[in-house]
């Protein structure tokens, strides 16, 4: 206050020089002029006064501005919350022939009306609550506001020697409220896009200094600094500033920052509050798939696809796409999408797409129900087995839901005939039973395997000899005619059959058989040697025959040397 004062001084001064020089420049003109001697010295008289008199009127104000006055500085008005403390910011200035009795002695007091004395002031604070009088601080804190009433309070300062001095300059204006004074959120509004950084400020009045309010953020998204800041007119607020990242997650959620205040008269705290609710602008998020009618379908049947997202601003475009492994077919657009569905196209997902960006769904399995198919038999041991081996069947399907009843069918021609279910089955093999096959059910329905050939490998059976040609065959036979009969020779036929030697049985059936063939031979022989001897020729035959190797004279030849008779 006191440099103000000095400028002001010495502006005035200067006026005052340039108003001066431009009277005597005058008054020298008018010397020049021929006039009367006795009007030209009264006006030069007249005119050296008035500039005199302005001189010590200008040195006189000027020396009471440089050398400084009694002047205070302090709000217009505050408001009390009831019950609390509250501080009074305040600094005086005082004539400079009275600075030298600013000491420690000084005190300050507080009333309700300009002037007053030690004696009958309201408010008499000590030491400890007041500032440093000596550096003309004037500051004081009341920590029981009840002794303040609504009014406006002026400040008097007492040393013990010559200083003393009410300030009726400027008073303060004391409201008491019972309701904490409102907070203040910057920036009221927040529109920012999802990863913006952004910084909250809230500030909250702080009327005393030794106990300023506690904010808190709701919700707490970030790291938060609290400072105690000072106004233009020496009051402060306590301030807090919560910096955080954007997300989607804070959109449309209320953002609110709380002071609370404490009362030094025992009643409870009180709470102020004020928020806001952050736009945030984000791409497509939360995306899902339903599908109606939910649940298990069965194949080749209707189902609608809908696609739902979270985005700000709303989705303007919904794609949809069929999975099929890594490939992904498009196959429409919009919201909602009908389709019919099978056992091989199953698997869906969409996307979503705003002004932010683009968002996608995750893949929806839709349970397409339906019967047994690619049903397969396998064999174990695979490969040829040996007849009377034991083998295990496994019967295995794609269905949907799973197979509940595996059964097994022994194939005979067009005879199929039940042999047992599950999905395995063990089973003895032979040359006659061989050809299997299983079938496959759940609720949709059944289906069938092909049939399985097992190669059963087995010794030799039903071992036969056939001749070729077949019937009676003549090798060198004799004929007969009406005149003798001869016999031939014996006829060896030579038979080929194939063998298989298997084991110690080839031999055995190879030996039987050269003994059945030795024993038909003799028999034969004896045979036809008994019937030879019971044939004779008769007496008419003419015909002579030649026995080579026969002895003649043998009876049973005779006829051979009987001439025959003339007719």
Avoid at 181 to 203: A, H, M, N
Avoid at 320 to 347: K, M, P
Wanted: net charge neutral; glycine share 4%; charged share 20%.
């Amino acid at each position: 206050m006191k440099e103000i004062s000095k400028f002001y001084a010495k502006i005035t001064f200067l006026s005052f020089l340039d108003s001066l020089r431009f009277r005597l420049n005058i008054i020298f003109v008018e010397e020049k002029v021929p006039q009367e001697k006795d009007s030209f010295k009264l006006h030069f008289f007249a005119t050296k006064m008035a500039a005199t008199l302005t001189f010590l009127l200008i040195s006189s104000l000027l020396q009471g501005a440089l050398c400084g006055t009694f002047n205070v500085s302090m709000p217009q008005n505050i408001n009390v919350l009831r019950g609390s403390c509250v501080t009074i910011p305040c600094s005086f200035d005082v004539d400079s022939r009275f600075e030298k009795y600013l000491d420690d002695t000084c005190k300050a007091y507080w009333n309700d009306s300009p002037s007053f004395t030690s004696e009958n002031a309201k408010l008499k604070p000590t030491k400890e609550i007041t500032g440093d009088l000596t550096k003309k601080d004037c500051t004081t804190t009341f920590n029981n506001a009840s002794l303040l009433q609504r009014s406006k309070y002026y400040f008097r300062l007492e040393c013990d020697n010559a200083l003393k001095y009410s300030f009726k300059q400027a008073g303060v204006d004391i409201s008491l409220i019972d309701d904490p004074p409102s907070l203040t959120l910057t920036p009221s509004t927040l529109e920012v896009k999802e990863g913006t950084s952004v910084s909250l400020t809230c500030s909250a009045p702080a009327p005393c200094w030794s106990h300023p309010p506690a904010l808190t953020w709701s919700p707490n998204l970030g790291q938060s600094q609290e400072t105690l800041q000072e106004n233009q007119d020496k009051t402060k607020v306590k301030t807090s500033v919560m910096s955080f990242t954007a997300s989607h997650l804070h959109h449309g959620n209320k953002i609110s920052c709380t002071a609370v205040y404490q009362k030094q008269d025992g009643s409870p705290d009180v709470t102020a509050e004020t928020s806001l609710t952050p736009d945030i602008s984000y791409s497509p998020k939360n995306i899902t798939v339903s599908v109606s009618p939910s649940g298990p379908v069965p194949e080749n049947s209707n189902v609608s696809l809908t696609c739902s997202s979270n985005a700000n601003p709303a989705v303007r475009n919904y794609t949809w796409y069929r999975a099929d492994g890594d490939q992904e077919t498009f196959i429409g657009t919009g919201t909602s999408l009908n389709i019919q569905v099978s056992r091989d196209t199953q698997s869906f997902f969409c996307n979503a797409e705003n002004e932010i960006g683009v968002g996608r769904s995750s893949s929806i399995q839709i349970d397409v129900q339906y019967s047994p198919k690619n049903i397969t038999v396998s064999v174990s041991p695979s490969g040829p087995v040996p007849e009377n081996s034991n083998v295990s069947l496994t019967c295995s399907s794609n269905a949907n839901p799973a197979v509940r009843n595996y059964t097994w069918y022994r194939a005979d021609g067009d005879h199929e005939s039940l042999i047992g279910t599950g999905t395995s089955l063990n089973i003895k093999v032979s040359r006659d039973r061989r050809t299997f096959f299983c079938n496959a059910e759940n609720e949709i329905g059944v289906g069938r395997s092909s049939s399985i050939q097992i190669d059963v490998q087995y010794s030799p059976k039903n071992i036969t000899v056939s001749v070729s040609p077949s019937g009676p065959v003549p090798e060198n036979s004799n004929a007969e005619n009406k005149i003798g009969f001869a016999r031939s020779n014996l006829t060896q036929v030579k038979v080929q059959w194939s063998e298989i030697y298997y084991g110690l049985y080839s031999g055995v059936v190879r030996w039987v058989l050269a003994g059945v063939f030795f024993s038909v031979s003799v028999i034969c022989a004896a045979c036809l040697c008994k019937l030879r001897k019971n044939v004779k020729p008769k007496e008419e035959d003419r015909t002579y025959m030649t026995l080579s190797g026969r002895t003649v004279s043998s009876s049973e030849y005779d006829v051979i040397n009987t001439a025959p008779k003339s007719q």
